[in-house]
């Protein structure tokens, strides 16, 4: 286990988000010890903003200190526009290794949950047991783009194991929790050669698939054939959803015509 030796204090904690299937988000941690190397899209915000100074910067996590003080202040004003919260867009709520940042975590969701608003989950590490006492209403999800552990030690060193994400989400499932998976961002055949009908097989339990083309890589964009891939694989995945009754949502600019 990791002990969380940074803290910040910000002003502002719940905000409108502009993801195409988000509405509320928090992001209680800056950085992210997971390390993905996709490459990651928060880790160039904060870098290209000045927020973190480098890749090794990154990986060591701030905690919002004042995180729960500012829902304290934030869900009266905000509760009656709010459908749902996701934890968390630029960050990751269950850090693979920081149970400091999971106690938070699980208390913010206790706090949005107390006011009756729902949550949505997504990680790359493991979904608590604790989460299993948390409001029916939750929704609970994880990144999944591989089986391959060599893959996954390349491009997300520092995350959870894949089968220990699927256990963890299995068990919240079988508890009777909305569970879903984000195949996102998706590896081209250069990358890794693998059959997603396996994915696909493997999360079949699941209420929600997610799907989405990796994005800022030169190495996807060397793949000659990367559309025509994408709109491929995006085929496979809403012909699977809709045989077996799982609902599903592609990520814009993943069918190019």
């Known amino acids: 286990?990791?002990?969380?030796?940074?803290?910040?204090?910000?002003?502002?904690?719940?905000?409108?988000?502009?993801?195409?299937?988000?509405?509320?988000?928090?992001?209680?941690?800056?950085?992210?010890?997971?390390?993905?190397?996709?490459?990651?899209?928060?880790?160039?915000?904060?870098?290209?903003?000045?927020?973190?100074?480098?890749?090794?910067?990154w990986?060591?996590?701030?905690?919002?200190?004042?995180?729960?003080?500012?829902?304290?202040?934030?869900?009266?004003?905000?509760?009656?526009?709010?459908?749902s919260v996701q934890l968390c867009f630029t960050t990751d709520p269950f850090m693979y290794g920081y149970p400091e940042i999971a106690e938070m975590s699980i208390a913010a969701i206790r706090k949005l949950n107390d006011a009756g608003i729902k949550c949505c989950v997504l990680t790359k590490?493991?979904?608590?047991?604790?989460?299993?006492?948390?409001?029916?209403?939750n929704e609970y999800g994880i990144t999944l783009v591989s089986l391959d552990e060599n893959y996954r030690k390349k491009v997300e060193?520092?995350?959870?194991?894949?089968?220990e994400r699927l256990a963890s989400l299995k068990v919240l499932h079988e508890k009777g929790y909305q569970t879903w998976v984000s195949i996102e961002p998706y590896p081209t055949p250069n990358l890794i050669h693998q059959e997603?009908?396996?994915?696909?097989e493997t999360v079949s339990f699941v209420n929600k698939i997610i799907f989405g083309r990796t994005n800022y890589s030169k190495e996807v964009s060397a793949y000659s054939k990367h559309r025509e891939f994408y709109n491929e694989q995006a085929r496979t995945?809403?012909?699977?959803?809709?045989?077996?009754g799982i609902a599903y949502h592609i990520k814009e600019g993943t069918i190019t015509q």
């Not at 988000?22 to 904060?46: I, R």
């Not at 060193?157 to 089968?163: L, M, R, T, V």
């Open 1 to 57: 286990m990791k002990k969380v030796t940074r803290y910040i204090q910000r002003k502002t904690m719940l905000y409108k988000t502009g993801v195409e299937y988000g509405d509320y988000t928090m992001n209680h941690v800056q950085g992210c010890a997971h390390g993905c190397k996709y490459p990651c899209y928060a880790f160039m915000m904060k870098k290209r903003f000045g927020q973190v100074d480098s890749y090794e910067d």
């Open 196 to 200: 997603i009908g396996i994915i696909l």
């Open 125 to 137: 590490g493991n979904l608590p047991y604790e989460l299993g006492e948390l409001s029916k209403r």
């Open 59 to 83: 990986l060591e996590p701030f905690l919002v200190s004042n995180t729960l003080e500012l829902l304290d202040k934030e869900i009266p004003r905000l509760k009656d526009k709010i459908e």
């Open 237 to 244: 995945v809403i012909a699977f959803c809709e045989e077996r």
């Open 157 to 163: 060193p520092g995350a959870a194991p894949y089968a």
